[in-house]
């Protein structure tokens, strides 16, 4: 069974810094995208940013030069740095992760979501 836990999420003064980590659970070969998603109070749920197991990554215009997307495949984790924080920011962020798994010698790429976590932007 697989399954995906965001963690990190807390209170942070504008301006300051978060690292949210993504982390994924269970028997699988690889994790081939992490991509973060978020959804601030009122709002639909916006893309934030990706990173691909080959370094591809893109990043959503709100955030770019302020968040990182980063990995430790062994430790099955993404991660997404987050500096600079406004205000703007404040959000439950939710990780979607692309995982490869076998099963009776069929592959299979499934994304999994994890709950989310919490950030709060304030002073």
């Known amino acids: 069974q697989v399954q995906v836990m965001e963690s990190g999420g807390g209170l942070v003064q504008p301006g300051g810094s978060l690292k949210l980590a993504c982390e994924a659970s269970?028997?699988?070969?690889?994790?081939?995208?992490v991509t973060w998603y978020r959804q601030g109070p009122g709002n639909q749920r916006e893309f934030v940013g990706y990173l691909t197991i080959d370094g591809a990554s893109k990043y959503a215009d709100s955030v770019k030069g302020r968040f990182t997307i980063s990995r430790d495949d062994a430790k099955k984790t993404g991660y997404l740095q987050m500096n600079n924080l406004k205000p703007e920011d404040t959000a439950i962020y939710f990780c979607?992760?692309?995982?490869?798994?076998?099963?009776?010698?069929?592959?299979?790429?499934?994304?999994?979501w994890g709950q989310g976590t919490e950030v709060i932007v304030d002073t």
């Open positions: 979607n992760a692309t995982i490869v798994r076998r099963n009776n010698g069929l592959w299979f790429a499934d994304d999994y």
């Open positions: 269970g028997t699988f070969f690889s994790i081939n995208r």
